[in-house]
């Protein structure tokens, strides 16, 4: 296990050097003049251009820069707003509000979409089954946007059952989970039908059955243990797709965090903004991943010994 | 938008045990797929698509400049059936000149992330070795940004305006999408010509003489592209509605393009008062990728012998 811990983490140093080389790089050094979406639709004033060109130091060769660009970001600094304010004080006071959001939105996507999943699959073609495979096509098929503003419309104004906008409160960041989660929730639902399919023509299934356990542990234990193996890794590369429609998300139902900063960032064409609370995200999105793929180690003892 | 292929997984029709006749493979895989209703409903939805965005001029008479003000955020009714936008704009109109935009984006992202992935892949996997690592390395690093947030970064990096050229705009949103779209596609034709690699018939091109290039164009690829073409025709759907979001959230398509996207983002600030604005695009933006995602996926029911 501590082998495959120290490889994993080898095998992520370089990814990250290039993911935020990539960013840095398709920013600032793409040909073209980099300040010309930076102020809204005037020109730059000249005096941002003189701070932005000192403080990501673009006078300096490509590879120089990232290095001083990356030494900055290790030491949390990742420079300011238009405005002058300090974007890591800003981030590190909405990021608890994203977690809460995107973590709301797993424990939804996983508790529903495995009770769907599970019922669909036990009895296979039956109804539950069929309505199970053409909603979560239904869902797939809408865009979170879309969904966002439906539900907003539908339970925020028409039914009032939710708040229309955050408040602050738990509650309220129930329904914009529920629509960040669902299109998850869907492909999560049909992931464990298929595996628990599957699973259930296996051999150890039979001799389970066979020895007359009750079928609830049968299926509970034996079965969906081994199903949820890859709903954990789905979840994990999923986490991206989550933070990405986040963004979507709290721009809708206005939640003040780190994904509607980026939405207003770009409606205000604050650049630095949004490149700055992004590479944070796909930062967040890496260490995820890792850490999914140390908890797909604890789960299933083949992955250790490779 | 998560990932853009959904691991979706369809039912596999019991085999026609009738047919005694020898089929090819694609014989096989066309015999079984007009027999599924799932590929007859998004087969018709995907030609009424395409027809859409290829001849919008055959649907409606209006063209999408026609806006008159005083009809502003007027609800359906017989004149016209989707009723009008903030603009005064026949909403059935632009749903249907919508059409060509979310469909051009789609299908020229998938052609593009084939391209570069394919081609990438098809080297990683036949050569192997160096060649292997460094292109799975560098797919490594285009895969751990999420598409929609890199999307979101290159498009704001590069703004247009109302008077940039559609086109441009169009494969500006392109660009940003293949560039982070090929390491799927790479990685599925990578461990599909892996397997394709060692079979005896590649073997025996080898043995008979024939190049790298000759193998790969002659036997590799033609047996290896079935899954691959597969994941980008379900992609198709994913990059749809990428576009889409990108779109609302005001760095993907700019007006003038009249597309799905856009029409939506403007229908959020009236959807409490005129929710006809949004729903008719919204409908249009969903069933097309619908169709794609249930083409791809009976497609794939076909082609993988696994599941008959």
């Known amino acids: 296990m501590g082998r495959y811990v120290v490889q994993r983490l080898g095998q992520m140093v370089p990814v990250v050097i290039g993911t935020t080389f990539l960013i840095y790089a398709l920013v600032w050094a793409l040909p073209g003049d980099p300040f010309a979406a930076r102020c809204g639709d005037r020109p730059c004033p000249q005096n941002y251009v003189d701070r932005m060109t000192a403080e990501y130091n673009l006078d300096d060769p490509l590879p120089i820069a990232y290095l001083q660009y990356m030494g900055k970001l290790l030491t949390g600094d990742f420079g300011q707003t238009f405005s002058g304010a300090s974007i890591a004080a800003e981030l590190a006071q909405r990021y608890p509000i994203t977690l809460q959001l995107t973590l709301l939105a797993i424990l939804v996507e996983v508790v529903i979409g495995v009770a769907a999943g599970v019922l669909a699959g036990i009895r296979r073609g039956g109804f539950v089954d069929n309505l199970v495979l053409v909603s979560t096509l239904v869902v797939v098929s809408i865009p979170v946007f879309v969904l966002g503003l439906l539900a907003q419309v539908t339970f925020g104004v028409r039914l009032g059952w939710f708040p229309v906008t955050s408040d602050g409160s738990l509650y309220s960041l129930v329904l914009p989970a529920v629509v960040l989660g669902s299109l998850s929730l869907a492909f999560v639902a049909r992931l464990v039908r298929a595996n628990l399919v599957e699973n259930l023509r296996t051999d150890y299934v039979r001799t389970a059955i066979a020895k007359g356990l009750p079928r609830q542990r049968v299926i509970g234990v034996h079965t969906l243990r081994n199903s949820l193996i890859p709903v954990v890794t789905f979840v994990g590369a999923d986490f991206g797709g989550l933070l990405g429609g986040a963004v979507v998300v709290e721009g809708i139902f206005n939640i003040p965090g780190v994904g509607n900063m980026i939405f207003r960032g770009i409606n205000a064409h604050e650049g630095a903004t949004v490149t700055a609370a992004v590479t944070v995200l796909v930062l967040v999105f890496m260490i995820v991943n890792l850490l999914v793929d140390l908890l797909y180690a604890v789960l299933d003892p083949r992955i250790r010994h490779v | ?308």
């Open chain 2, 1 to 308: 938008m998560a990932d853009p292929t959904p691991p979706v997984i369809v039912e596999a029709e019991a085999p026609a045990a009738t047919e005694t006749t020898v089929r090819t493979l694609g014989r096989d895989a066309w015999h079984d797929l007009i027999r599924k209703p799932t590929f007859i409903v998004s087969g018709v939805l995907f030609v009424i698509f395409v027809t859409i965005a290829i001849v919008p001029g055959l649907f409606t008479s209006l063209s999408p400049t026609d806006c008159s003000l005083s009809l502003s955020r007027q609800g359906p009714s017989s004149a016209a059936w989707f009723g009008y936008d903030n603009n005064g704009c026949d909403v059935y109109t632009h749903t249907i000149y919508g059409a060509r935009a979310s469909i051009m984006v789609g299908v020229l992202t998938a052609v593009g992330v084939l391209l570069i992935g394919g081609i990438a892949g098809t080297v990683a996997g036949f050569y192997g070795r160096s060649t292997d690592t460094v292109v799975s390395r560098l797919g490594d690093i285009f895969f751990g940004i999420p598409l929609l947030l890199g999307a979101l970064i290159v498009l704001v990096s590069f703004p247009g305006n109302a008077e940039t050229p559609e086109l441009v705009t169009i494969s500006k949103v392109v660009l940003a999408l293949a560039v982070l779209g090929w390491p799927q596609i790479m990685r599925i034709t990578r461990s599909s010509v892996l397997q394709v690699r060692s079979a005896d018939y590649v073997q025996a091109a080898r043995a008979l003489g024939a190049g790298g290039t000759r193998m790969i164009l002659k036997h590799v690829v033609p047996n290896s592209i079935a899954p691959v073409i597969v994941v980008a025709t379900i992609g198709i759907g994913g990059y749809i509605a990428a576009e889409a979001t990108l779109s609302f959230l005001g760095v993907g398509l700019q007006p003038p393009v009249v597309s799905w996207g856009l029409a939506i983002s403007r229908a959020q600030d009236y959807v409490r008062t005129s929710p006809h604005m949004l729903l008719f695009p919204a409908s249009a933006l969903s069933l097309c990728v619908l169709a794609f995602i249930m083409l791809g996926d009976a497609i794939r029911d076909a082609l993988d012998p696994k599941l008959r």
